[in-house]
């Protein structure tokens, strides 16, 4: 090979992409009598620098190489890059098939050893079948042992955790996660070793909804995003964060995530979900147009399939729910759950009796996972349909184990959601503690600024007799933690009991407690409670 290509070698292992892409380049121009691994190095520099179509075009040019020299590991690990990328950049599933098939029928015949587990590897990635994605996993990892081969252990060992915590099984799943890529960072592996496990890791605490590790290990990505680069990581780690923060109920946090998502180029899948993901907080803030204009400009992803199902609800169109949402096509059981969960919505809220069956599925489901925000999201429907039977009692059963669940996940939207039901179901039994569930409901959206979650809180306590404050939202200077601060001020917890609730660390409380005194002009944490207890909204 020429002197270029052997530089731009070098510079693709030592992380130089610019100069990578500049030698195989100059490469290319001269005169090779075998092109295909210029043209794979540069794929692979072309990745990291996140031009990613241009680099898909360069391995096809690389497999179509290969293919032609008869070359069978350069063309199975191309077409194995291939699969991976297709599936992760693009969520073209159909792609992704094509290649991996491709590479399976290159090895027919070959004895078993890490190529094989290589294209294993690839037809696990991101497979909704968990225990197929399990087996063929676990037969990599025993083939990297085997063999001494370091990056294909460590790929196959996030993999492994990864496939655990979709599984609900988080502490052992993250332990695997976190030895992956702490071995990766530290130097064990390649470079691209260190990009797939990391985006495994975050994408797992996105499943979990764990947002204290996805924060710190977003932290440490973004130490080797700034050294490396890695575009796609870096929207991997946007797209995990915002979406956790999301739930979690930090949503100026995750609109900035997920805005700067919004813009980037190197992953449309992602950049899709990414604006889905912000239609979806838009549209739970009320700003219906600014979701409807997000929608407009994305792909028919299942995520964006989503959000055009929660418009649609919000709009009070849900016969069009069931149009958009077929669950059967989720990609993975998190987003099955949310597709059943909408659909339960819809269907309850026009009387269709084909509540009783989605429901059913959504319960089959969490007890199929073993993940309590699954089965959180089953006692809801549970909840909502005994409300449609008017079964009050089994109504009360399920919503109250539902609330149980989504305080222990901190899930504050979902759960002001699910209170609001709970005093729809109390109402006429016992109407104190429907207006103790619908007042925590109103605090809940309120503190949210989930301007239509407020307004139906509200007119529940109207209906119940309590008036609500009308008028813009309270404490206009406070940020969306800062308010949540303060009613557990008013509650009288201390800073590690706040810690403790919000998932933060005692520092921050402490900074956001003197933030919230502040800005109110209080002296003290007694007149910050008295300050909630003169508002009959917040107590």
């Known amino acids: 090979m020429s002197e270029s290509f052997e ?59 290969y293919r032609r020299r008869s070359d069978r590991v350069g063309s199975v690990s191309t077409a194995v890059w291939l699969s991976i990328v297709h599936k992760s950049n693009y969520h073209n599933q159909v792609a992704a098939n094509g290649w991996i098939a491709r590479a399976e029928r290159l090895l027919v015949g070959e004895p078993p050893g890490p190529l094989h587990a290589w294209v ?47 599984r609900g099984e988080f502490a052992a799943g993250f332990t695997l996660l976190e030895e992956a890529v702490t071995a990766s960072l530290a130097g064990e592996a390649g470079l691209d070793t260190v990009a797939y496990t990391c985006c495994d890791l975050v994408s797992a605490c996105e499943v979990a909804g764990d947002s204290n590790r996805v924060a710190d290990w977003c932290r440490l990505a ?35 995530q997920l805005q700067r998502l919004a813009t980037t180029t190197v992953a449309p899948a ?36 989503l959000a055009v199902a929660e418009l649609s609800l919000a709009c009070g169109r849900p016969a069009q729910v069931t149009d958009r949402l077929d669950p059967a096509m989720a990609p993975d059981a998190g987003r ?40 959180a999201a089953a006692a809801v429907a549970d909840g909502r349909v005994a409300l449609l039977r008017d079964d009050r009692a089994a109504a009360v059963t399920a919503l109250t184990a539902g609330e149980r669940l989504l305080v222990e996940l901190d899930l504050p939207y979902v759960l002001a959601d699910c209170r609001l039901a709970l005093a729809r179901a109390w109402r006429l039994a016992d109407p104190g503690r429907a207006v103790e569930a619908a007042r925590d409901a109103w605090i809940g959206f309120h503190t949210l600024d989930a301007a239509p979650g407020t307004d139906r809180a509200a007119e529940l306590l109207r209906a119940l007799g309590v008036p609500t404050p009308g008028g813009p939202r309270g404490h206009t200077t406070l940020t969306d933690r800062e308010q949540q601060v303060l009613v557990l001020l008013g509650r009288g917890l201390s800073n590690p009991e706040i810690a403790a609730r919000l998932h933060i660390s005692r520092k921050t409380v402490a900074h956001h407690v ?15 409670a008295a300050y909630t207890a003169g508002r009959e909204w917040v107590n």
């Open 120 to 166: 294993k590897i690839a037809r696990a990635y991101r497979l909704a079948d968990l225990d197929t994605a399990d087996r063929l996993t676990h037969d990599a990892h025993v083939c990297a042992r085997a063999t001494a081969d370091v990056d294909l252990e460590l790929v196959a060992l996030a993999q492994l955790g990864r496939i655990q915590v979709e």
């Open 270 to 305: 992602l950049r899709a979900t990414g604006r889905s993901r912000l239609a979806r907080l838009w549209i739970r803030r009320g700003r219906l147009e600014d979701a409807a204009g997000l929608l407009e400009e994305t792909d028919d992803l299942f995520d964006s399939r």
């Open 336 to 375: 099955q759950a949310d597709a059943l969960g909408l659909l339960v919505e819809a269907a309850t809220a026009v009387g269709d009796p084909a509540a009783l069956t989605l429901a059913a599925a959504l319960r089959r489901l969490a007890e199929t996972t073993n993940r309590p925000r699954i089965g």
């Open 7 to 65: 530089d731009g070698s070098a510079a693709l292992a030592r992380g130089d992409w610019v100069q990578a892409r500049i030698d195989f380049s100059a490469a290319l121009e001269q005169d090779t009598p075998n092109p295909a691994p210029v043209h794979r190095g540069l794929a692979d520099a072309l990745w990291w620098l996140g031009e990613t179509d241009l680099a898909v075009r360069h391995a096809q040019d690389a497999y179509a190489g």
């Open 514 to 528: 003197s933030r919230v005194l502040t800005k109110l002009s209080l002296r003290n944490r007694a007149a910050a």
């Open 222 to 256: 973004e130490d080797f995003i700034a050294r490396y680069g890695c575009p796609f990581l870096d929207a991997e780690c946007r797209l995990a964060y915002g979406s956790v923060l999301l739930d979690h109920g930090d949503w100026d946090q995750s609109a900035e």
